[in-house]
């Protein structure tokens, strides 16, 4: 069992950044792939980034490349996203999932566990 909970959040003007972060608590987070989605009103729930278990391999959306980094530190039992150069398409609730061998990746339905989310917001 994995327990996930998100940090971070807020408001921000376009062009900000912010940094997220994801708390774990349970056994073996080490062993888990964590990625980031995000959530606007009356939209599905998308891929936002991912991150393997030793932090090596990193995968992110089109729409979040160049511009979010994500990152952890197995140590603290915390996975980051970066954000910079927000857009009002930014907006969203945000949720850090893990799992341990999500397939594929990019699928919420591959992933055990989620937190409650945190809510950004960019103001334009």
């Known amino acids: 069992q994995v327990q996930l909970e998100e940090s971070g959040g807020g408001l921000v003007q376009a062009g900000g950044s912010l940094r997220l972060s994801c708390a774990a608590s349970?056994?073996?987070?080490?062993?888990?792939?964590m990625s980031w989605f995000r959530q606007a009103p009356g939209q599905e729930r998308e891929f936002v980034a991912n991150?393997?278990?030793?932090?090596?391999?990193?995968y992110y959306a089109d729409s979040v490349k160049g511009r979010f980094t994500i990152s952890r530190d197995n140590a603290k039992n915390t996975v980051y996203l970066q954000m910079n150069s927000l857009k009002p398409e930014d907006t969203a609730v945000y949720y850090c999932?893990?799992?341990?061998?999500?397939?594929?990746?990019?699928?919420?339905?591959?992933?055990?566990?989620w937190g409650q989310g945190t809510q950004v917001t960019v103001s334009s």
């Open positions: 991150i393997r278990w030793s932090g090596n391999n990193r």
């Open positions: 349970g056994r073996s987070f080490s062993s888990y792939a």
């Open positions: 999932a893990a799992s341990t061998s999500p397939s594929p990746y990019r699928s919420r339905w591959s992933y055990d566990y």
